[in-house]
């Protein structure tokens, strides 16, 4: 059998849009539908944490307010995402209290998102 060992580093997640601990302890795994990603998403091979997340079939994927689409919460660290990989098995936060200004991307909250306190 041959192993090949890999590693890799990675500078740690940006959490300050996180306004509070509530919820960390306690995410839920979720995977995102690799397919439904796109390069304005990925900043230097890296879905953000705080990407706000919608259902998607049995997966997830970012949540971009376009008709139909369901919010369920935000990408609570950042994943890595390697070309020619498959879809990413991740925490989803799914309440808590936000700071909005602080998320990697615009975000305007939904009628749904009664989970979370935003700030």
Sequence with gaps: MDLTITKESYGGSKLSW???RRGVDTART???DRTKLTPAQVTAG???AGTPLAASANKVA?????EGQVFVGF???DQAIKPGGG????????HGRIRVAKLPVAFT???????FVFV
């Design 109 to 115: 909250a939904p009628d749904n998102a009664t989970s």
């Design 75 to 77: 990408l609570l660290t």
């Design 30 to 32: 979720v995977t995102i």
């Design 46 to 48: 890296v879905l953000p």
């Design 87 to 94: 879809d990413i098995v991740a925490p989803l936060l799914d």
């Design 18 to 20: 996180l306004g509070s």
């Design 62 to 66: 970012p949540y971009t307010a376009a």
